[in-house]
C-alpha cells in the first residue's frame, strides 16, 4: 500500500497484480487494493509454482517455503503482465533487511536478475539504497522521491502509514501454508510417494488426521464434521470412502484405493476415531464409487496408529 502511495505521488497510473495457488491467496492484496481504490489482477500460477516447489533451484527455508524461486516466478509473471500490459515498469513493496531469507541485497539481486525483468524492478521502498533501474535512469519514475528504507523494524512505515492515513492494515504475514511445519510434513511425504501430484491431493493435505500405511497408501481421516464434508467433496471414483455405519465417526479416505490387507487396517483406524466401543467389533462401510463392502472389525491399536501418522 505504501509502494503504491509513494508512486502515485508521482502521477503515475498503477495497476496492481497478486498470485494465488493452493498455498497462499490473494485476499490479503485484495483488501488492501479495496481499501486505497487501486484496481488488482489476480493470477493463478499453482502450475508453475508446483513444477518449481519439488525442485525449488534455490532450496527451501526452514519448511517447504522456497521463498527466493518463489518470489522469482512472481516476478517473471508480473514482468510477462507488464509487457502484455504496456507498462513501463515492475514495483514491489519489498523493503531491503525485512525478511532474511528473501529480502537481503543478494536475494533482491537474484530475485530480479533470475525473473528477466531486473532492470525493470523498482523497490520504491529501499530503492535509494539499491542500483538505479532503466525506469529510473529513463526518469519514468523520480529516484529522488523513492525512499531508502531497510531492517525489520516498521517504524518509518508507521509514519508514513499515517502520513497517507491508511488505517486497519494487516499485521505482518508470518508466510504461506508452506512455511508451516505440520503442512511442510505431509507435502514433503506426498512428494516422496507420489510422482504428480493432482491439485485435489494438495487440498486433502489441508485437511485431517493423515497416516501413511505403506509406501503405495495413505489415508486421510476427518476430524470434525467440516473436514468429513470436505474429505468427502473431495473423493473422487478410484478411492475409497470408509465410515462407521452404526455410529458417529470420521469419513476415512484412501485416495486411489489399495490393497486388501491396508483396507482392514484403514478400517480399523476409522473405528478407532469413532464413537463405536473399543472392545467389540464393528461395521466399517467401505464405498468406491457406487460399490459397497463392510468390514467388519475392531479398532486399530492406539500405538500402530501413532506410529502411521503423518
Ligand atoms: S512465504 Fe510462501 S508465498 Fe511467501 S515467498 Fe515464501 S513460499 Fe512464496
Known amino acids: 500500500m505504501l509502494a503504491v502511495k509513494i508512486v502515485q ?21 485484495l483488501e488492501a487494493c479495496e481499501a486505497i481504490g487501486l484496481p488488482l489482477s489476480v493470477v493463478d500460477i499453482t502450475k508453475e509454482h508446483l513444477v518449481m516447489l519439488k525442485a525449488p533451484r534455490y532450496g527451501y527455508g526452514r519448511n517447504m517455503n522456497p521463498c527466493i524461486d518463489c518470489h522469482i516466478l512472481m516476478l517473471k509473471k508480473a514482468g510477462e503482465k507488464m509487457e502484455s500490459e504496456n507498462a513501463d515498469f515492475i514495483f514491489t513493496g519489498e523493503v531491503l533487511g525485512q525478511r532474511p531469507m528473501s529480502q537481503g541485497k543478494q536475494s533482491l539481486h537474484i530475485v530480479a536478475k533470475r525473473s528477466g525483468y531486473q532492470e525493470y524492478i523498482v523497490r520504491p521502498l529501499s530503492a535509494g539504497l539499491l542500483p538505479e533501474t532503466k525506469p529510473e535512469i529513463e526518469e519514468k519514475v523520480d529516484r529522488s522521491r523513492l525512499l531508502d528504507i531497510q531492517g525489520r523494524g516498521r517504524k518509518r512505515q508507521m509514519e508514513l502509514a499515517d502520513r497517507y492515513q491508511l488505517t486497519g492494515y494487516a499485521k505482518p504475514a508470518g ?15 506426498l512428494f516422496a510417494h507420489a510422482g504428480a501430484p493432482e491439485i485435489r491431493d494438495i487440498e486433502l493435505l489441508k485437511v485431517g488426521r493423515h497416516l501413511r500405511l505403506s509406501d503405495k497408501t495413505k489415508i486421510i481421516a476427518g476430524r470434525k464434521k467440516l473436514e468429513n464434508e470436505i474429505i468427502e467433496k473431495l473423493s473422487q471414483d478410484q478411492d475409497v470412502v470408509i465410515q462407521v455405519r452404526d455410529f458417529p465417526g470420521p469419513t476415512v479416505l484412501v485416495p486411489y484405493g489399495c490393497e486388501k490387507e491396508d483396507l482392514q487396517l484403514a478400517a480399523g483406524i476409522c473405528v478407532f476415531y469413532s464413537d463405536a466401543p473399543g472392545d467389540v467389533k464393528t461395521l466399517a462401510e467401505c464405498r468406491t464409487g457406487d460399490t459397497v463392502s463392510h468390514v467388519d472389525i475392531l479398532p486399530a491399536e492406539k500405538e500402530i496408529i501413532r506410529k502411521l501418522l503423518i
Open 9 to 29: 505521488e508521482q502521477g503515475i497510473e498503477v495497476q496492481g497484480v497478486a498470485f494465488e495457488t493452493p498455498f497462499f491467496s490473494a485476499g490479503r492484496a
Open 175 to 189: 508466510g504461506c501454508l508452506l512455511t508451516d511445519p505440520g503442512f511442510a510434513k505431509k507435502l514433503k511425504d
